[in-house]
């Protein structure tokens, strides 16, 4: 049985920081899509990661680019989002994703990820 499991959330202030990880049980990471989504208050999931790897190539979104970093660690089976320079805006439940194919830009596509995690909530104070 393929598991999620996120931790690392909580609340800072803007101009913060937080590393959110994302331990996967079940399945051994092989070079597919990889993603976090985000979800803010009151609005519906995003459609597209705000990140996301195939091992080769990683996507950041424009609104999180150059203060978000994933990272993996293939050891623990873990995908880590390293977030900083953190905006009240950024508040949302961050949710990672996998898939079992997929790679480059079929990885913004929604539909590819099977499996999630449940969700850890991200609250940025101004």
């Known amino acids: 049985q393929v598991q999620l499991v996120e931790s690392g959330g909580g609340s800072v202030q803007a101009g913060g920081s937080l590393s959110l990880s994302c331990a996967v049980s079940g399945y051994t990471y092989s070079g597919h899509c990889m993603a976090w989504f985000r979800q803010a208050p009151g609005k519906e999931r995003e459609g597209v990661p705000i990140?996301?790897?195939?091992?080769?190539?990683?996507y950041y979104a424009d609104s999180v680019k150059g203060r978000f970093t994933i990272s993996q660690d293939h050891a623990k089976n873990t995908v880590i989002l390293q977030m900083n320079s953190l905006k009240p805006e950024d508040t949302a439940m961050y949710y990672c994703?996998?898939?079992?194919w997929g790679y480059g830009s079929i990885c913004l596509q929604r539909n590819v990820y099977i499996y999630w995690g449940q969700g850890t909530q991200v609250t940025v104070s101004s």
């Open positions: 994703a996998a898939s079992t």
């Open positions: 990140v996301y790897t195939d091992g080769g190539v990683t």
